[in-house]
Nanobody, 123 residues
Framework: QVQLMESGGGSVQTGGSLRLSCAASRGTSSTPWRAWFRQAPGKEREGVATIAEGGMTDYADSVKGRFTISRDNAKNTVYLQMNSLKPEDTGMYYC?????????????????WGQGTQVTVSS
């Protein structure tokens, strides 16, 4: 069973940057797709970005041009570089893994999840 561990969250002001990391262990070869989701208090979990094993990416419209997802397959680690952060980016950020790319709109289809890392952006 894949285990995912997020890190890198914190508190920043509007316009700041953060880099999230998601380290994976155990059975990673069977779940090559990775994604970042986020959830704000009182809101549903929403997709932020996905990345295939070969590097193909997809982003939510709300983060295009500001966030970049990348991966280091040798380290089994996925990153989310977040620039020009806004208060509406505040939330718990979760890393997810799956054998296929289920997309940003289907969080329930993703097989494995980390515990999350909190991102808070103040105005």
């Amino acid at each position: 069973q894949v285990q995912l561990m997020e890190s890198g969250g914190g508190s920043v002001q509007t316009g700041g940057s953060l880099r999230l990391s998601c380290a994976a262990s155990r059975g990673t070869s069977s779940t090559p797709w990775r994604a970042w989701f986020r959830q704000a208090p009182g809101k549903e979990r929403e997709g932020v970005a996905t990345i295939a094993e070969g590097g193909m990416t997809d982003y939510a419209d709300s983060v295009k041009g500001r966030f970049t997802i990348s991966r280091d397959n040798a380290k089994n680690t996925v990153y989310l570089q977040m620039n020009s952060l806004k208060p509406e980016d505040t939330g718990m950020y979760y890393c997810a893994a799956a054998p296929y790319g289920y997309g940003l709109e289907n969080p329930n289809s993703w097989s494995f999840w980390g515990q999350g890392t909190q991102v808070t952006v103040s105005s």
